[in-house]
């Protein structure tokens, strides 16, 4: 062989020598590090050394901690053996192979999100103590553009930034529907026109939006007719009403085919939704409007109307009107202390929650003395609800939907168990769930408002209620085997105790209704679920409104709509020539207390209060409690008593909540419940 021949040769077998090398070195990059098992020494090998130290494992003459042990217990049954050192032993003189690692998965991955870092499933050798897991980088905020609707939005995690664009409105026809340039919504007739050169009752205007002229001189007079012999909660339409239509959505469907007569008539059709932060307005549509109080408290802008109530042989008859009509006065919510008229009034669009807030998303504020409520909102430059708020929208609404019987139509969240409904079946300790049976509740359709998202109180008794921060939210409710529901519940784990914890309804968060896609209307689930009229969620139901300007004395009412004279004696107020009627007479007869008729008053008469009550629901469907010789728990009560008005209804009051619920059980200043909340207005 020559030399030039040798040479090659040995340069052939170092390149295949180094491809060799290089392959295992990238199959053991790609691969976990070699197991350790057997290995008791750690002197990186295993000899008859590490099989001596196995064996006197095995017979106890030494005991292995930490590594050693699972090192000396090759085949990973959780003992050593002598088995496991004969095994070492044939590795040792090479009658078998190291064992490989015998991988398990300790923890799931954990996903990393837009600004956490997520970590990957960590796995371990039974065999030794190899251990992998690895760091994943957060992924960082996948920001898609704002658009008319909403801010730069994260398409992972959802959280927004900044701002949506708006719509860019343009006129689409007749009838002032407009369409966004933009995106193509229409707004249906159900959205307000904007007028300019509003500044008397006479003024004609240009649409901000769509350039529609409108003339409030001559819009007619919309009105409503009842007779409460009748005993139908069913309105005779009067006036330019008489051949009107309105409708409401159920879910995602109109219940009278979209013809909404009132969405082109004034008042109802300048009625819109706005923030209010100072002295700067936001309407709903503009750049900047938020629900959620970033942009200001949420309030609903009612234009000024002139109304007219009379009483005629028993029937009531009921009209608004945009503009001054002979016979008619302006409403007295727009009147202000010197007299003069207000365009607007402002209503929150919800109840009060937090500290003194109108917004999406809170709690309602409960357990509050009106005096607070009052030295809140008026720290902010607003009111509370009032009587003369509370009697403008009466009139609204009866008017447009024309009948008394507006739960029925809109329902109002009812249906939530009474604290003492709900008793637990079974005692249980650190837990998060409670145990009811459904066949020994009261009242068990309002079962049905227990379900999984909605607020409740869980508890020994009503007395351990402090208000929002004891609210706990429904995660569950199954139906057991046995058909007792069991009911899971956020927070920290209480002990339940049989026969003494209880759940039950407290008032919901507001915001519910933000998704829905019209002015007025509900989701299905008719006293369970929030409602909307004209952009206010939830007018009756939910939490009673303690309603200034109105109290009972002795069945007496006295009635102000002065604001300046809330807190000043009754003997300043106007005492009305009708009284209460006494309905809670004790003990309280459950069936009795809805409106019969209604009192009438030539000095008031914009204000409808019953006169009467008994067991007829079919007349208006709403409730009158009142009292004045013994409370609701029988005791006495003194002579000259002043009751605070409540308005509206609550949680557990089903289908006695709704525009002319009224109630007259607490002090004028000393009224306090988890049932009773308040609404902030703007006059």
């Not at 007779?227 to 909660?233: E, K, L, Q, R, T």
């Not at 609204?396 to 029925?408: A, K, N, Q």
């Not at 009708?578 to 459950?590: I, L, M, S, T, W």
Request: hydrophobic share 40%; aromatic share 10%.
């Amino acid at each position: 062989m020559t030399k030039k021949a040798w040479s090659g040769g040995l340069l052939f077998i170092w390149i295949a020598a180094a491809m060799i090398c290089f392959a295992i070195w990238g199959a053991a990059k790609d691969a976990p590090q070699v197991c350790a098992s057997m290995d008791v020494d750690t002197d990186g090998d295993v000899s008859a050394a590490d099989a001596r130290l196995i064996l006197r494992f095995a017979v106890g003459l030494e005991q292995p901690e930490g590594p050693a042990f699972f090192r000396a217990d090759p085949d990973a049954d959780g003992a050593v053996t002598a088995a496991d050192a004969r095994a070492a032993l044939r590795v040792s003189v090479g009658l078998q192979n190291r064992p490989a690692h015998k991988i398990v998965t300790e923890a799931e991955a954990v996903p990393p999100t837009c600004t956490e870092t997520g970590l990957s499933e960590r796995l371990v050798c039974l065999r030794c103590e190899y251990v992998s897991q690895e760091e994943i980088p957060a992924l960082g905020h996948d920001w898609q553009p704002a658009d008319c609707a909403s801010p730069e939005t994260c398409a992972l995690c959802g959280k927004t930034r900044g701002f949506a664009n708006g719509h860019d409105w343009v006129r689409a026809g007749s009838g002032g529907i407009l369409k966004c340039a933009e995106c193509g919504l229409s707004t249906h007739p159900g959205k307000a026109h904007r007028f300019t050169a509003l500044s008397g009752a006479t003024a004609s205007g240009i649409c901000e939006l769509c350039g529609a002229a409108r003339d409030r001189r001559g819009r007619g007079i919309l009105g409503i007719c009842f007779h409460p012999a009748i005993g139908a909660a069913s309105c005779r339409r009067i006036c330019d009403a008489q051949a009107l239509q309105n409708d409401y959505l159920i879910g995602d469907g109109f219940v009278n085919g979209g013809q909404n007569d009132f969405d082109a008539l004034a008042p109802f059709s300048e009625i819109r939704r706005c923030c209010l932060k100072g002295d700067a307005v936001i309407y709903e549509g503009e750049p900047g409007y938020a629900e959620d109080g970033s942009a200001g408290d949420v309030f609903v802008e009612i234009p000024l109307f002139w109304s007219c109530t009379e009483s005629l042989c028993g029937a009531v008859r009921l009209a608004v009107s945009p503009t001054a009509q002979p016979g008619f006065s302006p409403e007295p919510a727009f009147v202000r202390a010197d007299g003069t008229l207000a365009e607007h009034i402002y209503v929150a669009a919800y109840a009060t929650g937090g500290e003194n807030v109108s917004a999406s998303g809170l709690l309602p504020t409960v357990r509050e003395r009106i005096s607070s409520y009052m030295a809140g909102a008026a720290e902010k430059g607003f009111g509370v609800y009032d009587a003369a708020v509370w009697a403008a929208l009466q009139k609204l609404i009866v008017v447009e939907f024309g009948t008394l019987d507006l739960s029925g139509c809109l329902g109002g969240i009812g249906e939530l168990p009474y604290w003492d409904n709900c008793v637990a079946v079974e005692s249980e300790k650190d837990t998060n769930r409670i145990v009811i049976d459904p066949y020994s509740v009261q009242m068990t359709q309002r079962l049905d408002g227990l379900r999984a998202g909605a607020a409740v109180f869980v508890g020994r008794s009503v007395g351990d209620f402090g208000g929002a921060a004891d609210t706990r939210f429904i995660r569950s409710v199954k139906t057991r085997y046995d058909g007792c529901l069991v009911v899971t519940f956020d927070g920290d784990p209480i002990d339940v105790r049989e026969g003494q914890t209880v759940i039950c309804g407290v008032g919901q968060p507001s915001g519910a209704t933000d998704a829905l896609a019209y002015h007025t209307g509900r989701y299905e689930g008719n006293y369970t679920s929030a409602f909307l009229y004209r952009g206010i969620e939830n007018l009756w139901g939910n939490v009673w409104t303690q309603t200034a300007g109105l109290c009972v004395k002795d069945l007496s009412y006295y009635v102000t709509a002065d604001p300046s004279l809330y807190k000043a004696p009754l003997s300043e107020w106007h005492k009305l020539s009708f009284d209460a009627p006494e309905q809670n007479r004790y003990p309280f007869v459950p069936g009795v207390g809805w409106i019969g008729s209604f009192g009438f008053d030539a000095d008031a008469p914009w204000l409808l209060l019953p006169d009467s009550a008994g067991w007829n629901w079919e007349f208006v469907g709403d409730k009158i409690y009142s009292t004045a010789l013994t409370d609701p728990d029988g005791r006495e009560i003194p002579p000259g008593t002043e009751f605070l008005c409540m308005t509206g209804g609550g949680w557990d009051h089903a289908d006695r909540s709704g525009p002319f619920t009224v109630r007259f059980w607490s002090g004028r200043w000393s009224g306090v419940s988890w049932l009773y909340g308040s609404r902030m207005v703007k006059r």
